[in-house]
């Protein structure tokens, strides 16, 4: 038996991580404003822990476009796979060689491109696709800001949000 309609429930579960930076920020606040000694050092410390955990949950909340879309997306060991209607496949996070993001599929889809392979597309909306946040994220020289700009651009057009840089090569000498 629950208390809370499944709307409510579902707009305060997109909106989790900012509500707990809030009750973090308070909690800090208090206890940095009225606590004496460690207790106010540890009051600043959760103000600062909570305006970071605001920023990062603020790029998650942008990032999550809901989960009714087609398919279900699961990240396990390094690696995703997406499992679809009509097509489905796995990367390895470490392979990935370009990300996109197709605005000419509906739903939008990320275009994940691994040697060897044919592209993974995975629409931005399939169940778990929130997941791939922390994937991408963790892609080298990435920037966050403009792949969440990306996202909520529409247009007839497909983006190449990050490219692995090519390996430099070495050079031999002779002499």
Excluded at 3 to 25: D, K, N, S, T
Excluded at 36 to 65: D, H, K, N, S
């Amino acid at each position: 038996m629950t208390f809370i309609r499944p709307e409510a429930q579902a707009a305060l579960w997109r909106w989790r991580e900012i509500l707990g930076a809030l009750v973090l920020l308070a909690l800090g606040l208090r206890w940095g404003l009225t606590g004496v000694g460690f207790m106010e050092v540890t009051g600043w410390a959760c103000v600062a822990l909570a305006l970071i955990l605001g920023v990062v949950g603020g790029q998650r909340m942008r990032f999550r476009l809901g989960s009714d879309g087609p398919g279900v997306v699961q990240v396990t060991e390094g690696q995703i796979s997406y499992f679809g209607p009509l097509t489905g496949g796995a990367v390895a996070c470490s392979e990935i060689e370009s990300l996109r993001l197709d605005h000419t599929a509906r739903p939008s889809h990320w275009v994940l491109e691994q040697p060897g392979q044919p592209p993974l597309a995975i629409p931005v909306t399939a169940t778990g696709a929130e997941a791939l946040f922390d994937v991408f994220a963790s892609l080298p020289g990435l920037k966050t800001e403009r792949m969440l700009s990306e996202l909520h651009h529409k247009g007839p057009h497909q983006v190449v949000i990050w490219q692995r840089s090519p390996e430099p090569q070495t050079v031999h000498r002779l002499h």
